[in-house]
């Protein structure tokens, strides 16, 4: 904590005679060892503390530039040691500036009332008409967004969810906003309302009102020419660039605007890339990618997602206006100059080409093409689970993970086969056998959900997705079985049996989680679970660590709560808490083994079983008939 004093009347004099001014020079103060030499042309108005200026900046090109005050207006504002500040147009007012920030050719920076600074800013994501607004917040993840888009059927959730983010961005609200250590600021304009994290580079900003700026040492914020940001949150590790322009949008983490890019009331997480094109009213997922300018997403639910040049969608509902939305699922593509018309609902890892107008939804039917002739769409299912570019996506997501700040806000699921594609391929198989079953199996096309499926396709997939679904099955076997000595089969039964029922229905993508659903259902429906967190905030203000902290509250049961609290005596908390999230996921993924392990023979016994009824139900009867002769 830095001690500050007043000016004497000798630093008075010598401000003086270097040309500036102040309206109260009682109203100034100054650190211990504060000198005049490098402050000229600047004034002084209401409540300002300075620190010393005794070390120089090397800029782009070899140029040096010492710390200081040159021609500058400040109004209650408190500038950290080593700082430049010069050239600034019109004033700086209300800002407590860290160390060693370079702000330099700026029109004006301030914080006007009491600001939230993009803190509680409703996003109006998929309906554009409203319905489905999420409050935006400096911790925003993609699965707190899904819960509060996707589950208004859950009013009790939604409302408590919004009365946490409003009271945090109350806490957060303040008459001062922050510039913080390291921070570059040159040649930009409007500047109102805005926080400013450490490390964060703002050169050629057009205009940035009410927002926050994320950013720090590990990963900061990179904020380009020309940009223009309106009610806005960007987290740390993103790069907003040339031009772009955002209003009521969130900036996850290591995300990539640029070349001009517009988007409103849109939210994008981890890793996205957007450059060129629009986008309105849509939630891009972990890995949302487009690159061309005649691209626009709309009303849209997407992750893993590459858009091609000139995709498009339509919300519009005929003298309605924009009230429709839809989905394409985790690692659905669209290829060059596609449309959909909302609302529809393309499967996982599908590929969409030509222009649907159809409605379609191929959710249980994944690893599709849809493919669109003389204003039909026809659905090839499966055959994406073939492409060597659906295998080499899988393996190059990792890789581009591009997040260096340690606290992450969104938990992704890179797995190409998992609980949630083997249960839509096992949903789907069956829903092309009962297609097969229905219309015969001479019939050359089968309708479904609007599509068409040809007859080779139909049986294409079901062979497709058999193959995917035993691949998985043998490989949770293997990791089921593996590392561990058996000297019996009746040990190995026994070790295939399920310790747990956690798994055994439902899994749903929760915007890069993927997850039971029974337990997501459990954890929104755990009203003490809200208490508990509340429990160890109060312990945390009451002075005690984070991990005795959450120990304390009873987040973690058992073995988990005794590791944790040792953890926090050892110092080794964020290396403990990784390892019970892996613990979490191996438990789950055992789980899930142990229940496909006991499914399929059991399956295979009821479909011999229904087979064998069929056949009697032919053969008895031709018998009877072969008897009457």
Known sequence: M????????EEIQQLKERSCTAVDWDEIEVVENFKTDYIYHTRFS??????????????????????????ATLHNVTVGDNCCIENIKNYIANYIIGDYAFIENV??????????????????????????????????????????????????????????????????????????????IVDAGYIKNVRIGDYCKIEGAGRLKNGSLNSNEQAPIHIGYGVVCDDFIISSGSNVEDGTMLTRCFISQACHLGHNYSASDSLFFSNCQEENGEACAIFAGPFTVTHHKSTLLIAGMFSFMNAGSGSNQSNHMYKLGPIHQGAMERGAKTTSDSYILWPARVGAFSLVMGRHVNHADTSNLPFSYLI?????????????????????????WPKR??????????????????????????????ILKELRKVSGETSETYSYQSAKIKNSSLNNGIRFY?????????????????????????EIRARLIPDTEIGTGEWVDISGLIAPKSEIEK??????????????SQKMEEGEDFAAAVGGAGIFEGLY?????????????????????RQYEREIDQRMSSYIAILEPTLVIILSVIVGMILLSVILPLMGIMAGL
Do not use: W
């Open 2 to 9: 830095k001690t500050y004093r007043s000016l004497t009347q």
């Open 561 to 581: 709560e005794r590791m944790l609290v040792i953890s926090g005596k050892t110092g080794e908390t964020d290396e403990t808490l990784e390892t019970i999230a």
């Open 107 to 184: 029109d004006i920076i301030l914080v006007d009332g009491r600001s939230k600074f993009g803190n509680g800013v409703e996003v109006a994501v998929l309906n554009e008409t409203g319905g489905r607004e999420v409050p935006i917040h400096d911790r925003l993840s993609a699965h707190q967004a899904y819960i509060l888009a996707l589950y208004r059927h859950r009013p009790e959730l939604i409302c408590r969810m919004k009365a946490i983010i409003d009271r945090y961005a109350e806490e957060n609200a303040s008459d001062t906003g922050t510039i913080g250590h390291h921070v570059t």
């Open 46 to 71: 209401g409540k300002v503390r300075l620190g010393v200026f005794e070390d120089e900046f090397t800029l782009a090109g070899g140029m040096r530039k010492h710390s200081g005050l040159y021609h």
């Open 401 to 430: 993970d591009k997040r260096k700040d340690p606290n992450r806000l969104d938990q992704i699921n890179y797995n190409l086969l998992s609980p949630y594609t083997i249960q839509k391929m096992m949903k789907g198989r069956s």
């Open 466 to 490: 058999e193959t995917a679904i035993h691949k998985f099955l043998g490989n949770s076997l293997i990791k089921r079985l593996e590392e561990v000595r058996f000297s019996s089969d009746e």
């Open 523 to 536: 954890l929104i429906a755990d009203k003490n679970f809200s208490k508990k967190i509340k429990k160890c």
């Open 372 to 396: 669109e002739q003389q204003n039909t769409t026809y659905l090839v299912p499966g055959v994406n689970l073939r492409s060597v570019g659906t295998i080499r996506d899988a393996q190059k």
